[in-house]
C-alpha cells in the first residue's frame, strides 16, 4: 500500500523560504515519478515540479529557480526547496507518487494529506 506523509508547511513572509519534505512507503521509489501539486480552494490541483525514474527535474513556469525538488532514494525521501516565496504561492501541497507517464499527462493515483503554506505579504 503507497503511503505518502508530507511535512514542512508553515505561514511566512514573502521572500522568505521553505522546505518541504514526504516521506513515502509502499512502493520502489526508483521505479516511480514523484512530484509535487498544489490547490487553492475553487481551483483544480496544479503541478509544481516531479522527478525520477529517469526524468530530470521538471517544473512549472511560474517557479522555475525559485523551487528545487530533490529525491533520495536511499531515505524513500523527496524534498521541495522553496525560494523567494509569493503571495500566490499559497495553497496546500500535495505530494505525489505513480508512474512517469501519469506525471507528465498531470496526472498521480497515489497522494498525501497535503501541507499548508501560507505567504503573507
Known amino acids: 500500500q503507497v503511503q505518502l506523509v508530507e511535512s514542512g508547511g508553515e505561514s511566512v513572509q514573502a521572500g522568505g523560504s521553505l522546505r518541504l519534505a514526504c516521506a513515502g512507503s509502499?512502493?520502489?521509489?526508483?521505479?516511480?515519478?514523484m512530484g509535487w501539486f498544489r490547490q487553492v480552494p475553487g481551483n483544480e490541483r496544479e503541478g509544481v515540479a516531479f522527478?525520477?525514474?529517469?526524468?530530470?527535474?521538471t517544473y512549472a513556469d511560474d517557479v522555475k529557480g525559485r523551487f528545487t525538488i530533490s529525491q533520495d532514494n536511499a531515505k524513500n525521501t523527496l524534498d521541495l526547496q522553496m525560494n523567494s516565496l509569493k503571495p500566490e504561492d499559497t495553497a496546500m501541497y500535495f505530494c505525489?507518487?505513480?508512474?512517469?507517464?501519469?506525471?507528465?499527462?498531470?496526472?498521480?493515483?497515489?497522494w498525501g494529506q497535503g501541507t499548508q503554506v501560507t505567504v503573507s505579504s
Open positions: 505525489a507518487a505513480d508512474d512517469c507517464y501519469r506525471f507528465i499527462s498531470g496526472r498521480s493515483r497515489f
Open positions: 522527478i525520477g525514474n529517469g526524468v530530470g527535474a
Open positions: 509502499g512502493f520502489t521509489y526508483s521505479s516511480y515519478c
